[in-house]
């Protein structure tokens, strides 16, 4: 009995240690102004058109990350989202209503969206889905994208450097 007692105590302190290891674990910093690489990226697809006497947009060529603790924001252009680690939406109108969590997978930080626009040639709402997936490789950023829509599954990598 006493035996049993002494193993499960080993048992649990092994699990505690493992488990305040992994608590430990700290993440890389994704912080900083970061620049298109055209020739490591994906060709970018064109900007939507404009709408009405509105300026041709310019593409965006820079995105810059602030990275803390408990929250990431990510500005491409004029926009600037601020994602919360702690599974809260965060929630922007992009030709539709956007609705987008971040997580850690490992090193890689994982925005996941889902966009809902209304059709009026089909008279609903369409739906799209999302995966940016952003990953370190030394002064380099990589930006994997997923998007997944009722017409197709499109995928686009784009490489950023510091």
């Known amino acids: 009995m006493r035996r049993r007692l002494m193993s499960a105590v080993w048992a649990t302190i092994a699990a505690l240690c493992v488990i305040t290891a992994a608590a430990a674990q700290t993440h890389p910093d994704f912080s900083g102004t970061w620049t298109i690489d055209a020739a490591k990226s994906d060709p970018q697809p064109p900007p939507p058109a404009p709408r009405g006497r509105a300026a041709a947009p310019t593409p965006v060529n820079q995105i810059v990350i602030r990275q803390a603790a408990d929250d990431v924001s990510i500005a491409r252009g004029p926009r600037i989202l601020t994602y919360h680690f702690d599974g809260t939406e965060t929630f922007h109108f992009d030709a539709g209503e956007v609705r987008s969590t971040v997580a850690w ?3 890689k930080l994982v925005v996941s969206w889902k966009k809902e626009v209304f059709s009026p040639t089909d008279g609903n709402y369409v739906t799209t889905t999302g995966k940016d997936v952003y990953s370190l490789s030394g002064n380099q950023l990589a930006v994997d994208s997923t998007t997944v829509s009722p017409k197709a599954t499109t ?6 450097n510091r």
Do not use: A
């Open 105 to 107: 997978d490992g090193d």
């Open 155 to 160: 995928r686009l990598k784009t490489v950023f």
